[in-house]
């Protein structure tokens, strides 16, 4: 812009620079390229047929030439008064690029001279989704990383596992570290699902690198074992100041719905149970179904001819629960910078309904990143983040009366809804009326978040670096549960939960950067010392009583029913270092350490050394290989060896004895010993193997990366149990072991590169299994499922045998086969009827990203599958099985209910309760409702045409685009629920939403 | 000072705070203390103090079970048509579904580090130093005599010569090693210990007690006594310390007048409780494990008496009035109006919050009575109890002793006491068969049966290869 409004006046002095930069593979102008020269601080872009001109005094500038998606330029004029100098540039595509930096632990290296196993993703390539956390983003995009929206919460919370489960109670999560500072997910929310990451604006996000083996994640020592996620966020670039604005919004609906059996035909089929009933206990049908007319309040009901379709209403609680939301964003960044100092400010605004009333998520926030060089050796850089963020909850999720994924389809279907004057009826069946909970109470979460860091960076000798960095992530969360006098939940006058949760994390770090060239080989090396220390309080507190539900808050209640506090703190530490050296860029070497300590662990366990090494061959340096060097570009094997530590599962005093609160008696607090110390306690310890290679031929046409890895992890944390006479149940130890391992793919291509047509694909799939190896001395079972040889997230039940014809009875298979009514659990392999079924672990997953551009237009495109998992639909389950008696709402596969005999089906006869003659158990967990929940899933879809640049720059404007986004548009599942995007058994979730958005990007 | 010397300060403020490690990384929990700050500390062990008797209003003892179940599996209770799923198998006493109550040695264990560390304390005054170790004792020896009745058979009623009574520790278990696996001891032993338990209990409580019945007491302590002389048919004894209980208690015998709101108190303790578990407002058990929400409408409302139970109050009986008609929440089935419902836990301190009386003046005229008329030439003793109770019900005085005296006296203990606990164990302790309500469609539970002694957790069993676990489990 700074171009444009520049005077049209030629000096004597000055000279012209002009040109014409088009793209190298294609020849094509690149419209809409920036041309700057850092020097003046002054710059120009290139018009609609890619030329540009500039007016500069005479002398020598390095000219900067930037344009998104191809790799930036410098270039070195000379400019003679009154002449002018003509440069062309022919821009090279920005594909994997080899030399394109990769952020490590403390540090960057060139991407051709990484040793571990790294995957990463640009911000640009997910700035747009409709996704309100970062980690969302990930999704099907990196090979070895699991994720799985557990939430169809808008902001809610995300499941994430690199490679696999490590742990069986020490936590899987990933060390998340944002901008050199880690992330505390302790203490969220008691009340709506949510997600720390949800305060961090995606569109901030410049890359985001996920450190998988070993050699990438030792560096973070006893944090490290489930792998490390390293977002960084934009920072600011030299040149004018480019604003960007964005606006969306978008129509957020359900994935599906349960079809429910209707009203009257409900009502016959209940009457049948009832029929079945008076049968079996008194043999009299006739008056069991009189029965059940008469208490469903239509005792007309068996006399001949009733019209049940004219008779009996039907109310669609569903209906009135589920809605179709919207969702808004509005997003302003400003980028820019000088010689000395450069930033990226940006503020945005998000608001996004859920699929169920009274259930959304809105957030503001406000990024400033700054860097400023001070001199030539003193840089100051800062990164301020806040964020204020509310949502409303569903009143629950599960198997409650309140949640709206399960009161809706169980509520009964005969019972209004409403009275006649419009006010709730409070009468359903369980003296619940799900709708009037959601409508009049409160369910609420309110987060103000500041992530912010600080540092100096000082330039000591050529190559040697030091910065002294500060973070601070600070979290305070509110919550509230309102139960208003009204509604047909609570006590009689209503009740009030409040809770004021606040986490000060607060890390710093002092590390050295070494990088030197030693005769033709680079030498790096890193050496740093962290510290952290994490302080957490909540206090809350409950009343009842209210006079109405206009009152909500506190003050008003009649009752305070409690007041309670905690508070708790950990701290690490840790000395660090890191040497890597590239001989001849041809061998790279790469050793890693840290001495890491935590105050979690038992005193005489407080410190432990965990490191790396790794080495990798770049075959194509070699002169052998010289016969493919027109079209092999890179050829790297790489393999690497070290340990990392877990010790997420450890809870902050857990290695010691300590008196605990321990309630109240008569008013007075008591104190009690709270467990038997165990001061050997400590981290779990991961031995990570990794080969990987990566490849690229025809200038980046074609490139991969294959993988092959073992994790195991061992000394897991496993409670021993004691005799319970001892006053103790029972004490962590550190035992126990499970192996992880699998293989990883990546594939990318440019598949089509015309003149007018792009289409870049990139398809990732993982391979991975998992084994529990050892537990507690001498034992092979933990609980149920967890066994020594098998998977960690194995099912073991009965197996499902159908509906017996002749007499309507559910069947099982014995252990040996045989047809049987009442299996039998003893817990003991040799004799128990269960079987191990399935695994909740997928046995593959992955995505297929592709991006189409012709012409104006853009499609991208990603899908996302997941193969081999299994999930237990509990959901069905507890409608389906014995279901007719709980009066409650039925799925429509209820119609295939076994009726006479001879009749083949696999849905049992009606009866009025789960318990009926010649079963012992109602509910029974079989493979009857184990699903395959493998599913191919069209993920994200966007669509987006930018505007020609003769017109934008016609109006003032770099550059303008408008797209439509779609999110979860077509899955391909055997699955019988809503969503197969989950995670173990199906609880009634709250499924994730069908997305569609417009919107519009302006650049300026 | 140039910036290029700043890393090498930062290099050698760096090497101080390396070599002070350890203490880098020191923290301090803020709800809790030390084992050692609880157990030396007057703060420490007043508040250990007062977790033994929050232990008591646990929903597996006196905030629940231990009052719901006797009850429940005996002869007193029947389902409610609309039954949330609760005591469904204790109703029809399948196997397996007995009172249980293990985890009491939870309890067990803190009091054993209050009589460990509490008499080491100096700041403590003395006087107090033997309040807090008598009233340990005397909760001890509750907690014991709690596990015997359910665990193990009477001294004089032991079937088939199976004699273990419960695991005893009188240690606090401080270190693993501590946690051993250990056998039952023999029914004479842990008889032996609560014994001794109360009579150190009465010894110390005798020379300072806080004259607080919802705190252990002299007078628990001899009535306590009492009801364990009972179970073992130390009639002499029970008699005794009945007596002594009576005389040294400031609770008294509620006239008929007062029985109907007897058991609505929360400020004080009932008029007849010698011992009465508290339950403030804040301390409610919430209305998944209330009394009140099992009892009364409009919680869950589980279970009713049984219609075998109504029928032994006679039209005058003044206790009438705590097993009153709901009419209010509707019947099942077309000509009923209503269910009988229990009013003993009717959220008299709070919304789903009762206090619940443990040893009770009334129990111990019947105890005196029983005790009396199995002495010989006591019997116009024990009439003269038995009478003085009756009067105070509504009921007409026995003029001339009933032929079957005792068999009226433990009648007149089902009716008392019931739904306080008792009705399960006076029947065990008595060697009694258990005729289930008409109503539950179970046969006769013989005295001698499995359901007559509960399990044992089958975790404890298949880990302590030590213990033992009970007959036909």
Partial sequence: ?1004 | MTFRTVPALVLAALLVVLTGCDSLLDTEPQQSVSTEVGTSSPEGIRALYTSTYNRLTSAAYYGQRLVMAGDVLADNAVLHPSNSGRYTGEVVTSLGSGIGGWGRYTQINEINFALKFAPEIEDIPQAERTRIQGEMHFLRALAYHDLMKVYAYEPNQVVDGFDLGVIIRTEPTETVDQADFRTRATVEEVYNLIESDLLTAIDLLSQEDRGDRFFGNLAAAEALLARVYLYAENWEGAETYATRAMNNTTARLAEASEVAEMYNNSGAPGIESLFEVRFRQTESPGVNAALAALLTPPGFFDVTPSEEFLALLDESDVRNALFPLDTDTGAYGDDATGNFMVRKYDQSVATNTDNVPVLRYAEMLLTRAEARAEQPGKQSDALADLNLLRENRGLEAFATPPADLIGEILEERRRELAWEGHRWHDMKRRGMDVIKPAATGVPPIEYGRPQTLSPLPGGQVSLNPNLTQNPGY
């Avoid at chain 1, 990933?174 to 500072?181: A, N, R, T």
């Avoid at chain 1, 006098?485 to 606040?502: K, V």
């Avoid at chain 1, 008569?666 to 991961?686: H, M, S, Y």
Wanted: aromatic fraction near 12%.
């Fill in chain 1, 1 to 1004: 812009m700074m171009a444009f409004g520049m005077p049209a006046l030629v000096f004597a002095q000055d000279g012209m620079l002009e040109g014409t930069i088009t793209g190298a593979d294609t020849g094509e102008p690149l419209p809409g390229a920036t041309v700057f020269v850092s020097a003046l601080q002054s710059g120009t872009s290139t018009n609609i047929d890619g030329e540009y001109s500039l007016e500069l005094a005479a002398g020598e500038y390095d000219v900067r030439f930037t344009y998104v998606g191809f790799q930036t330029q410098v270039e070195r004029v000379t400019i003679s008064a009154g002449e002018t100098t003509t440069l062309d540039i022919a821009m090279e595509l920005d594909l994997v690029g080899l030399d394109d930096v990769v952020v490590t632990g403390y540090g960057e290296v060139p991407k051709r001279n990484v040793t571990g196993s790294i995957a990463s993703i640009r911000g640009r390539e997910v700035n747009r989704l409709d996704v309100q956390s970062v980690d969302q983003a990930m999704q099907g995009r990196l090979p070895g990383v699991r994720v799985t929206n557990t939430s169809g919460q808008p902001g809610g919370g995300v499941h994430v596992r690199i490679r696999g489960l490590g742990s069986i109670s020490g936590g899987n999560a990933p060390l998340y570290v944002v901008d050199g500072v880690p992330i505390s997910f302790t203490d969220q929310s008691s009340q709506v699902s949510s997600n720390p990451l949800a305060g961090i604006n995606p569109r901030d996000i410049e890359s985001i690198e996920v450190l998988k083996d070993a050699a990438a994640a030792s560096i973070y020592g006893a944090q490290a074992s489930n792998g490390v996620v390293l977002v960084t966020t934009k920072t600011g670039v030299e040149g004018p100041t480019r604003f960007t604005l964005s606006s969306s919004v978008g129509r957020v609906g359900e994935l599906g719905r349960h079809d429910m059996i209707k009203g009257p035909e409900w009502l016959e089929l209940q009457l049948e149970a009832y029929e079945w009933w008076g049968q079996f206990l008194f043999n009299n049908p006739e008056g069991g179904r009189q029965f059940g007319a008469d208490s469903f309040g239509f005792p007309e009901a068996t006399e001949e001819g009733f019209d049940f379709q004219a008779e009996v209403p039907h109310y669609d609680y569903q209906e009135e629960l589920m809605r179709t939301g919207v969702n808004r964003n509005l997003n302003l960044s400003a980028r820019g910078g000088n010689s000395s100092t450069r930033f990226y400010i940006a503020g945005g605004y998000t608001f996004e309904e859920g699929t169920t009333i009274r259930s959304d998520f809105q957030r503001l926030n406000l990024r400033t990143n700054v860097e400023h060089d001070a001199s030539d050796f003193l840089t100051l850089e800062t990164s301020i983040n806040l964020s204020t963020s509310s949502s409303e909850g569903a009143l629950s999720d599960g198997f409650f009366l309140g949640s709206p994924f399960f009161a809706g389809q169980f509520a009964n279907p005969i019972t209004p809804i409403f009275n006649e004057d419009g006010t709730f009826n409070q009468v359903n069946a369980f003296n619940y009326n799900p709708v009037d909970v959601n409508v009049l109470d409160d369910r609420e979460n309110s987060v103000n978040q500041m992530l912010l860091n600080g540092g100096v960076r000082l330039n000591l000798i050529d190559g040697l670096t030091f910065r002294s960095f500060y973070g601070l992530d600070y979290r305070n969360t509110r919550d509230l549960n309102y139960q208003s006098p009204e509604s047909s939940a609570g006590p009689p006058g209503g009740s009030l939960f409040q809770a004021d949760r606040q986490v000060t994390n607060f890390t710093t770090n002092q590390v050295f950067n070494y990088d030197a060239d030693v005769r033709g080989s680079a030498f790096r090396g890193i050496a740093g010392f962290e510290y952290r220390h994490e302080n957490r309080w909540t206090t809350s507190m409950s009343g009842e009583g209210f006079p109405s539900g206009l009152f909500r808050t506190m003050q008003n209640a009649a009752e305070p029913t409690g007041v309670t506090g905690f508070g708790s703190e950990y701290k690490t530490a840790g000395v660090f270092g890191q040497a890597q050296y590239d001989f001849l860029d041809r061998y790279l070497l790469s050793v890693t350490g840290r001495y890491d300590g935590s105050s979690r662990f038992g005193a005489d366990r407080r410190w432990g050394l965990f490191g790396s090494g790794a080495v990798a061959w770049v075959l194509t340096e070699e002169a052998f290989m010289d016969w493919s060097s027109n079209w092999l570009d890179d050829l790297k094997v790489r393999l690497s060896y070290g340990t990392t530590g877990n010790q997420s599962g450890i809870s902050n005093f857990a290695p010691r004895t300590l008196f605990v609160s321990g309630g109240t008696y008569d008013g007075q607090p008591a104190l009690r010993p709270g467990g038997l110390g165990n001061n050997v306690l400590t981290w779990e310890a991961a031995e990570t193997a990794n080969l990987g290679i990566d490849w690229s031929i025809l200038q980046g046409r074609v490139y991969g990366v294959a993988e092959i890895y073992r994790r195991d992890t061992d000394r897991l944390l496993l409670s021993r149990q004691l005799p319970s006479d001892s006053g103790f149940g029972s004490l962590t130890e550190n035992v126990g072991g499970v192996r992880n391992e699998g293989i990883e793919l990546e594939l990318g291509a440019v598949l089509v590169n015309t003149n007018n047509v792009r289409w870049t694909s990139d398809f990732n799939i993982t391979w991975l299994r998992n084994e529990v190896l050892a537990l507690a001395d001498g034992e092979d079972r933990l609980g149920t499922s967890i066994v020594v040889g098998r998977s960690l997230s194995s099912y073991y039940m009965y197996r499902y045998a159908g509906v017996n014809p002749a007499t309507g009875l559910p069947m099982f298979y014995d252990r040996n086969g045989n047809i049987t009514y009442t299996p039998r659990a003893t817990g003991d392999f040799e004799t128990d009827d269960r079987e191990f079924v399935g695994t909740s672990l997928p046995s593959s997953l992955g995505g297929w990203n592709n991006r189409v551009t012709v012409g104006n237009f853009t499609l991208d495109a990603l899908v996302q599958f997941n193969f081999g998992q299994t999930t237990y639909d509990s959901f069905q389950g507890s409608f389906t099985d014995g279901a007719f008696f709980r009066e409650a709402g039925l799925l429509e596969s209820s119609r295939e209910r076994w009726t006479e005999p001879g009749q083949i089906t696999r849905v049992e006869r009606a009866y009025v309760n789960s318990s009926y003659p010649g079963r012992t158990t109602g509910f029974t967990t079989s493979t009857r409702f184990l699903d395959d929940a493998s599913y191919i899933r069209l993920k994200n879809v966007q669509l987006t045409y930018a505007l020609p640049i003769s017109l934008t720059q016609r109006i003032g404007f770099q550059g303008a685009a408008v797209y439509v986004q779609g999110t979860n548009l077509l899955t391909l599942s055997n699955y019988n629920g809503i969503d197969p995007e989950i995670l173990g058994t199906n609880n009634a979730i709250y499924p994730q939403p069908r997305i569609i958005t417009t919107g519009i990007e302006l650049n300026f």
